[in-house]
């Protein structure tokens, strides 16, 4: 009988591995059209200084509404496009739209916002990605201090060398880089203070438990110090509640971004909130 229910186990368990897969590889072919069937599109969530509530600037997040499978979540279609390769025109296509979005809205926004575009591992392994970001950011007239780029310890693990060149080239463009899912990664601290970063993002899973997890209020008191030590700015993402704000105030924590400020929206309803013209 223990044999039978564990054969049946077996069994329930192996469906779902062929479910998955099955799931996994149907969303990588639909995701090849995706941009083809115009499908992709972005939203931009704001950031926001801690201490008076000024606005900072906006991160794209990608969007995937599938004609055949619905609103999918990044956090399913980004790891499949990341293995099979179509991160990289997947990420052409959003330097593209977050530049053309930016730059139409730049001029309402106040003035020294700052757009920040998350990266891949798989995108800077492949060629030319700082060329191509720089004839980005000419075709568009974006100035480089306008430009922010997310990494994460992955990225900068698997191969040092390379990323320190890349971040080095666009950094003498006025380019910033900010370190996202800190504390999340397997990074050498070391290797990390010898990088132009110019911030620090706190996973949200630290945030979430900050009000009732010590070890985590602990962590996060220990990466704002170690930011600010490297020069660093801090930025706590996933901020939910005025609970959670106040505290990342009192660990005098730079930055905030959150539902608890705003949702990743259109461009056009964040040009609207936040427009400095006529005013
Ligand atoms: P991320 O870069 O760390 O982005 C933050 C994620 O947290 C976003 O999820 C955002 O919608 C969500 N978020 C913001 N505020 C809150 C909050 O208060 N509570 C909670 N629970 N979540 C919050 P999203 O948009 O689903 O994206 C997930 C991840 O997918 C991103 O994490 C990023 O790693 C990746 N991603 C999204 N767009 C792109 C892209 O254009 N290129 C690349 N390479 N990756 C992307
Ligand atoms: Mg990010
Ligand atoms: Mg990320
Ligand atoms: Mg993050």
Redesign the pocket.
């Known amino acids: 009988r223990a044999k039978a229910l564990g054969r049946g186990s077996f069994q329930i368990y192996a469906d779902h591995l062929a479910e998955d897969f099955n799931r996994r590889t149907q969303l990588e072919s639909a995701l090849r059209q995706a941009i083809d069937l115009d499908e992709l599109y972005?939203?931009y969530?704001p950031r926001f200084r801690a201490d008076n509530g000024q606005i900072t600037g906006i991160?794209?997040?990608?969007?995937w509404r599938s004609e055949r499978f619905g609103q999918i979540?990044?956090?399913e279609f980004?790891p499949i496009?990341?293995e099979s390769g179509q991160?990289v025109p997947?990420?052409r296509w959003?330097l593209d739209r977050?530049l053309t979005e930016f730059s139409a809205c730049m001029h309402r926004l106040p003035p020294d916002i700052t757009l920040s575009?998350?990266?891949?591992p798989r995108?800077i392994q492949s060629s030319d990605l700082d060329e191509d970001i720089l004839l980005a950011m000419r075709l568009h007239n974006m100035p480089g201090e306008r430009l922010d780029l997310?990494i994460?310890e992955t990225f900068i693990v698997e191969d040092y060398v390379d990323c320190e060149r890349f971040m080095q080239r666009l950094t003498a463009h006025g380019v910033t880089f900010s370190l996202?899912?800190f504390g999340t990664g397997y990074s050498n601290l070391v290797s990390l203070s010898n990088l132009p970063l110019a911030a620090l993002?706190i996973?949200?899973s630290f945030?979430?438990d900050l009000a009732d997890r010590s070890n985590h209020l602990a962590i996060v008191e220990a990466i704002i110090q170690l930011g600010h030590n490297l020069d660093m700015r801090v930025v706590a993402?996933?901020?939910?509640d005025e609970q959670q704000l106040a505290c990342l105030q009192q660990l005098h924590c730079d930055e905030t971004?959150?539902?608890?400020h705003a949702?990743?929206q259109a461009m056009q309803s964040l040009c609207e909130r936040f427009s400095q013209a006529d005013v």
């Open positions: 972005l939203e969530q991160e794209a997040l990608l969007r979540a990044p956090d980004i496009a990341e991160i997947l990420g959003v977050a575009i998350n990266l891949s995108q997310e994460t996202d899912d993002k996973d949200k945030v979430r993402e996933g901020v939910e971004q959150g539902y608890y949702r990743p």
